[in-house]
């Protein structure tokens, strides 16, 4: 089945303490994308990333990395969390553009 | 640069009611248009996409028309049923970039999202 996994879906950590959200997907996309859902602000792109070793900032980078080591993973690690990262994040892939995203199913993230 | 203004919510209705959700956008170029849904608890899926001027995106009885001279893409539904219940995002992507092999891809920009509840 095709598909984007992310993990953790729930996960509660400390401000400070070092986390990586874990993204893969199986469709062999070039185009991966991490995105923040707030409520009244709809969805916004944090990083995104048109191949291996090739990314780039998207509209909220700040207190955010990524790396693109492989084409079917994409982290996202936030080295030392903000109690204002606490969101709900989606990684998605696209093949290419009209053809529509791949979503995975969230992570949502409480920093305290 | 891009935007997508939605209709805001939310948006409560009756099952079988018609439903129409409003959405206009600003781009350069010539984007690809899409509503996505997000169910309870879920991630986003893509519901419909229309690539060029006057494509109609049709799936589940939603329907979207891609209109270039009001630049908008309405998301309507004859009859809605109660599980229909979600939360509903318009999106354009604009290609801003293209590969080597000359695929072009583009950022999702979207809307606020509308919540639709439709009762019994």
């Known amino acids: 089945e095709a598909q984007v996994t992310q993990n953790p879906r729930y996960l509660i950590t400390v401000t400070g303490k070092k986390l990586t959200v874990t993204c893969s997907q199986n469709m062999n996309h070039e185009y991966m994308s991490w995105y923040r859902q707030d409520p009244g602000l709809g969805l916004r792109q944090i990083y995104y990333?048109?191949?291996?070793?090739?990314?780039d900032k998207g509209d909220v980078p700040e207190g955010y990395k990524v790396s693109r080591k492989e084409k079917r993973n994409f982290p996202l690690i936030l080295e030392s969390p903000s109690p204002n990262q606490t969101s709900l994040y989606f990684c998605?892939?696209?093949?290419?553009?009209?053809?529509?995203?791949?979503f995975g199913s969230g992570t949502r993230l409480t920093v305290v | 640069g891009d935007s997508v203004t939605q209709m805001e919510g939310p948006v409560t209705l009756s099952e079988e009611a018609f439903l129409t959700i409003n959405c206009t956008y600003t781009a350069t170029g010539y984007p690809s248009l899409f509503w996505y849904v997000q169910y309870p608890g879920e991630g986003l899926q893509l519901l419909l996409k229309?690539?060029?001027?006057?494509d109609k995106g049709s799936n589940k009885g939603f329907e979207a028309t891609y209109r270039k001279e009001t630049t908008s893409f309405h998301l309507e539904k004859g009859s809605v049923q109660v599980s229909d219940s979600a939360v509903y995002f318009c999106a354009l992507s604009a290609p801003i970039f293209a590969n080597a092999g000359g695929t072009s891809y583009g950022k999702l920009t979207f809307g606020q999202g509308t919540i639709l509840t439709v009762h019994p």
């Open positions: 990333s048109m191949n291996v070793e090739v990314t």
């Open positions: 229309a690539t060029k001027a006057d």
């Open positions: 998605a892939s696209s093949f290419m553009t009209g053809h529509g995203y791949t």
